[in-house]
């Protein structure tokens, strides 16, 4: 067998065990992690189906009736799946699946990316490695936008790399498409320019780099769909989840660390802390510990010749893993959820496959023997089990929950304005209404009689106990009947009041 055709067939195995990841529990409702997030994708794409088939207005549930346009980023896997709706109805895993493409697509393009670095070796190492690690595997068939966002970030800085390294037109015009897509599909993305940028100085040196057009060109190129995108979801939204965490959070945290020494030290501790996600949930164990073990193989084994591409290469990992690490600080710090961490799955399996790389060639295994190759099935399924097990909590999500809001979706009147005493949006989809979603304990009756203005008709109670923390909404709630349903959640139907004892009827 060539070399080449082993090569795509051990490729082929690699994208089909982490297809068989990724399919498990694929079919479960939108009520696991992150139910919020996807939620609201969910939402969106059901909303483009359903309201207004246009990928630059996207809508929410809540906040009202409709339209309620949000600021995020271009909603890419809700249009697709609002199209496939069309043909086979509104199923979510039609969502997922799309997610789990693009996963599966970044495992072929993690693979040329480090075929491209060091060897194909090293590629089929790190697509590998990608294949298994629990965050490719999870948040690779969620409804969320992320695994999308890095499939664009490899891809920019594969056909970067090619294109600084043979200077054809066809790799810059690929570089350059994905890195616009890029950055619409998260912003985030934003953080492969600094490899991006240290490729082409390391390569060129910074007398020609600065004076080379492509990076100009691209950079311009491909941010101003950016800027006009988000400057016109700004303008038509309601909710501003891009610019209103980074204005509210991200930057009043980022102030006050800068501001005292204090401070600063207790953002870096905090930043440290984050360790403990990126060491389970995001690469897994095996993998964190890999990538600490290759920085020192890399040091210990060099390569055979120190040529241009080492020096290049060590620019591309130093500032790709720097800007992750101030990305960490600065935004991941503040937001502290896992998939935030996302970005620092290529770099970490690029780097270990090739250590992993320099490892068999100092060794000089070229070739694996039959008792080899069981042993590392053996080690192979093992350590993709550890991963599991560090994600498994992830798939759990209430069959109850579930149920109750699938009955209210058959008792409600159809196409109701509700308010919905809960935040999640996720529950909000599953009931499909519009309406409000709110914490009952701050939920006052003013607010309520606003809404019911607006045409909301029914209160769903999600949360009595809080509700009824809340004497004043409390009270005023009993004035209207509640209507008979199956489900544990109070539901009053505020266009019926209850008659007035001693009244005529």
Not at 13 to 34: E, F, M, N, Q, S
Not at 66 to 82: H, S
Not at 365 to 378: E, H, I, K
Not at 435 to 449: A, I, N, R, S
Request: charged fraction near 15%.
């Amino acid at each position: 067998m060539t070399q080449r055709r082993f090569t795509a067939l051990a490729l082929c195995a690699i994208v089909v065990l982490g297809c068989a990841l990724r399919l498990y529990h694929i079919r479960d409702p939108i009520l696991d992690h992150p139910g919020w997030r996807q939620g609201d994708q969910a939402a969106i794409a059901r909303n483009f189906a359903q309201l207004q088939n246009n990928i630059f207005y996207p809508q929410v549930d809540y906040d009202g009736p409709p339209p309620n346009y949000i600021e995020l980023e271009l909603q890419i896997v809700p249009f697709t799946a609002a199209q496939l709706y069309h043909v086979v109805g509104v199923h979510p895993i039609a969502g997922r699946l799309i997610v789990m493409l693009f996963s599966l697509a970044t495992i072929v393009l993690v693979y040329f990316l480090g075929a491209a670095l060091a060897s194909r070796r090293a590629g089929l190492i790190a697509a590998l490695l990608l294949a298994i690690a629990p965050g490719a595997v999870y948040y690779g068939r969620t409804f969320t936008p992320d695994s999308v966002m890095v499939c664009f970030m490899v891809a920019t800085l594969l056909f970067w790399w090619r294109w600084c390294e043979q200077r054809r037109t066809t790799d810059f015009m690929l570089a350059f498409v994905f890195g616009a897509l890029a950055w619409l599909a998260k912003p985030p993305a934003l953080l492969i320019l600094a490899p991006v940028v240290a490729v082409l100085f390391a390569r060129r040196g910074w007398r020609a780099a600065l004076t080379d057009w492509s990076l100009y060109a691209f950079l311009a190129g491909t941010l101003l769909p950016f800027a006009l995108y988000f400057r016109h979801v700004r303008a038509i939204a309601e909710w501003h989840w891009f610019s209103g965490i980074t204005q509210k959070h991200v930057l009043p945290t980022l102030a006050h660390e800068l501001s005292s020494p204090g401070a600063l030290l207790a953002g870096i501790r905090s930043t440290f802390e984050l360790m403990t996600m990126l060491s389970t949930t995001i690469l897994g164990p095996v993998l964190f510990a890999l990538v600490l073990l290759s920085v020192l193989v890399l040091v210990v084994f060099r390569a055979p010749d120190e040529s241009t591409d080492q020096h290049v290469l060590a620019w591309l990992f130093v500032s790709w893993f720097a800007v992750l690490c101030v990305y960490a600080f600065v935004v991941v710090n503040v937001e502290r959820v896992d998939y935030y961490l996302l970005p620092w799955l290529p770099p970490a399996v690029l780097l270990a496959g090739i250590a992993g790389e320099r490892v068999l060639d100092a060794f000089g295994a070229r070739r694996m023997s039959a008792w080899a190759c069981a042993t590392l099935a053996v080690i192979i399924f093992f350590t993709a089990y550890a991963n599991m097990l560090e994600i498994h909590p992830y798939y759990t999500w209430s069959r109850k929950v579930y149920a109750w809001a699938q009955s209210l979706d058959r008792t409600l009147a159809a196409g109701s304005i509700v308010v919905m005493g809960h935040y999640g949006p996720d529950v909000l989809y599953l009931i499909d209404r519009k309406g409000w979603e709110e914490d009952p304990l701050v939920w006052t009756p003013f607010d309520m009689e606003s809404a019911v203005r607006k045409g909301a008709r029914y209160y769903i109670a999600v949360e009595p106990d809080r509700l009824k923390a809340n004497r004043e909404l409390y009270t005023y709630l009993q004035r209207f009947q509640q209507i008979p349903t199956s489900t544990g959640w109070p539901v009053y139907d505020m266009s019926r009041p209850r008659p007035i004892p001693g009244s005529a009827h």
